[in-house]
């Protein structure tokens, strides 16, 4: 009786490490934040892309408007692939889209602005890089759905694609 | 003569003192750094990396420090902007618990096994 409850317990405690590890190795070990946390757009200043003067952020945000912020960089290739989306969701009434520019050369930032258009009604500096830690972001391109009260209510990490852009827009409606 | 050797020793005193406060703060910081991961290269600290995202970290640490935060205070800050895995270190709350007391309960259980068998062979 005891001998078939101390099987009984090893067979237990040996399922119980074979489920660990068979999810362990199902699931992916990168780990990446949260993104569907609602959370406060962070306060900070920043560098105004073309008037090269510092700006409150509750002088960039205004109520009762979305915001997409959106980091990217001159020199990072996914931020060309997602452009053209941007240039699309730009068009729509009911969103702003700013630009938080991520540590970049200024002339490759231009051109990069000039070749392939400006989706942003303001582009930011992000000489460092703190300003996008400020966000919560942790790479480039990363994209950020802001509300009509301030609030971050989506996160896209990597560079969006036409279900996300749908996405948004049924969103903002 | 006298005014000379005073004006000296004031001027090592407060010298001394500022290095000294800088040293603090380079402790604290590299004791912070050391316990942050680096989400782009996740095995290492933020220390030790040279990414991009580690070089930006170390410079919110190094400005959080000179605002006058503390160092649970800058842990809370990166803990709300990146979860709780950012930090080396784990928090206990409800998704750490078992992470804690299971080495806990594992260390009370075997101890009870030994305490039974040593009884047992007493007898």
Redesign the interface.
């Known amino acids: 009786m005891k001998n078939k409850f101390s099987l009984f317990i090893v067979i237990i405690f040996l399922s119980f490490c074979f489920v660990i590890f068979y999810k362990g190795l199902n699931t992916p070990?990168?780990?990446t934040?949260?993104v569907n946390e609602k959370?406060n757009i962070p306060t900070f200043k920043a560098k105004d892309f073309y008037s090269d003067n510092y700006i409150n952020s509750d002088k960039i945000f205004e109520e009762s408007t979305f915001y997409i912020v959106n980091i990217w960089a001159s020199w990072c290739v996914p931020c060309r692939a997602e452009h053209p989306l941007l240039m699309q969701l730009s068009k729509n009434q009911s969103i702003k889209l700013i630009g938080l520019n991520y540590?970049d050369n200024f002339n490759n930032a231009k051109k990069f602005i000039d070749d392939f258009g400006n989706p942003y009604s303001r582009i930011l500096i992000d000489k460092?890089?703190?300003l996008?830690?400020?966000?919560?972001a942790?790479?480039v391109p990363e994209t950020f759905l802001i509300d009509r009260k301030k609030f971050i209510i989506k996160k896209f990490v990597g560079p969006i694609n036409q279900e996300i852009v749908n996405e948004i827009k049924s969103i903002i409606k | 003569m006298k005014i000379l050797k005073i004006f000296i020793l004031l001027f090592l005193v407060t010298n001394f003192s500022e290095l000294r406060s800088d040293e603090i703060n380079d402790v604290l910081k590299n004791k912070i750094l050391k316990n942050i991961r680096c989400l782009i290269c996740q095995g290492q600290s933020v220390y030790d990396s040279e990414s991009e995202f580690a070089s930006s970290i170390k410079l919110i640490v190094d400005r959080k420090i000179n605002e006058g935060l503390k160092e649970k205070q800058i842990y809370e800050f990166l803990r709300e902007k990146y979860g709780n895995w950012v930090i080396f270190d784990p928090q206990l709350n409800k998704n750490t618990y078992v992470l804690w007391l299971l080495p806990l309960l594992l260390f009370l259980f075997g101890g009870a096994i030994i305490y039974k068998k040593t009884i047992s062979s007493k007898k």
């Open positions: 070990n990168n780990y934040p949260k959370k540590r460092d890089g703190t996008g830690v400020e966000f919560g942790y790479g």
